[in-house]
């Protein structure tokens, strides 16, 4: 029973490439968030999602950022034009269902996205 | 806004002593907290959680206590070995939410042999 894979586990980009981040949910989990964590700090959120849906994308930076869900396939954190500052360890957690705190809810190992 | 925080970033024990790592929390409306584990190069590892309607819960080596009177809660680890070193975060589901967690900064904990 895998757990929620992330790829790849850590991602060099240059100032102004795109950044992709793909997130497979466990099996039988329906649900994704996705969230990041800047050097030092706690996790915070950025969008959730369930197939081919944006329930919450709350946390996200209002521009160049975009996730996807869709009826196939991972996850997709996009980051277009990446800067310095979007350099961070982004994580994905998965559920079967729409519930709090930690009901069906683990974490990927992470994608580390160093921007140069 | 709402936040959580920690009132250590770092704390060292002996191999064997009993950790206490705290965490406040600001948002009144919060109601499941849960404490996260996190090795170097991992995600973060469920350790524990604990409802509103709860001041104390227990599991393997570790126990939650919440005290909603003062928005704080702790994390204690009995017999502290070095696999525990790790960062701990503690997290709330943002004011009452069913999905969205906030986390705290975190605490370094190290394990001393």
């Known amino acids: 029973n895998a757990g929620v894979m992330q790829n790849p586990r850590h991602l060099v980009r240059r100032r102004g490439q795109e950044a992709r981040l793909r997130c497979s949910p466990m099996k039988g989990h329906s649900h994704v968030y996705w969230y990041r964590q800047l050097p030092e700090e706690g996790l915070k959120f950025m969008v959730y999602l369930q197939k081919e849906n944006i329930i919450d994308e709350s946390g996200m930076p209002k521009e160049r950022f975009s996730a996807e869900f869709p009826k196939e396939g991972p996850s997709i954190l996009r980051i277009q034009q990446v800067v310095r500052g979007d350099s961070a360890a982004y994580f994905c957690?998965?559920?079967?269902?729409?519930?709090?705190?930690?009901?069906?809810?683990?974490f990927g190992s992470g994608t580390r996205l160093t921007v140069v | 806004g709402e936040s959580v925080g920690l009132h250590l970033p770092t704390l060292s024990v002996q191999e064997g002593d009993n950790s206490i790592i705290n965490c406040a929390y600001s948002?009144?409306?919060?109601?499941?907290f849960i404490w996260y584990k996190q090795e170097s190069g991992k995600g973060p590892q469920f350790i524990i959680d604990?409802?509103?309607?709860?001041d104390k819960r227990q599991g393997q080596r570790v126990t939650v206590l919440l005290n909603k009177t003062v928005k704080h809660l702790s994390l204690q680890i009995a017999a502290t070995q070095p696999g525990d070193s790790a960062v701990y975060f503690c997290?709330?589901?943002?004011?009452?939410?069913?999905?969205?967690?906030?986390f705290g900064k975190g605490t370094l904990l190290t394990v001393n042999p």
């Open positions: 997290a709330t589901n943002s004011g009452g939410s069913n999905y969205k967690l906030t």
């Open positions: 604990i409802r509103s309607n709860m």
């Open positions: 948002n009144s409306a919060s109601d499941y």
């Open positions: 957690a998965s559920s079967p269902r729409r519930q709090g705190g930690n009901y069906g809810y683990t």
